[in-house]
């Protein structure tokens, strides 16, 4: 499967963005989709997970309650509205796959990654 990430932007502490990623192929229902983001000198780390009906969600505790991850099987689609930006937000996003479970959260758990959108927030 092949990952596109759009949506990211230069936005200010406080305001919302939402991101998308859009995946070739018709067997897009049958992946578990995540997001991880990677700040500058830092590692990639995980920011949320759906499992391949939408039906489960898991989320990184920096940020609970301000993101939300959702999925359009029709549209190939996996989303991230993100809320209340803060600058620590501030890093490449990017959308991956795997079959099987949304509980994994490590980077090498995840087959295909999509090439990264930048998402930056000012203070």
């Known amino acids: 499967v092949q990952l596109q990430a759009s949506g990211g932007g230069l936005v200010q502490a406080g305001d919302s963005l939402r991101l998308s990623c859009v995946a070739s192929?018709?067997?897009?229902?049958?992946?578990?989709m995540a997001w991880f983001r990677q700040a500058p000198g830092k590692e990639r780390e995980f920011v949320a997970s759906?499992?391949?009906?939408?039906?489960?969600?898991r989320y990184a505790d920096s940020v609970k309650g301000r993101f939300t991850i959702s999925r359009d099987n029709v549209k190939n689609t996996v989303y991230l509205q993100m809320n209340s930006l803060k600058p620590e937000d501030t890093a490449v996003y990017y959308c991956?796959?795997?079959?099987?479970?949304?509980?994994?959260?490590?980077?090498?758990?995840?087959?295909?990654w999509g090439q990264g959108t930048q998402v930056t927030v000012s203070s």
């Open positions: 991956a796959a795997r079959r099987g479970s949304e509980y994994y959260t490590g980077v090498v758990d995840y087959d295909y």
């Open positions: 192929g018709r067997t897009f229902s049958s992946y578990v």
């Open positions: 759906i499992s391949w009906s939408g039906g489960r969600t």
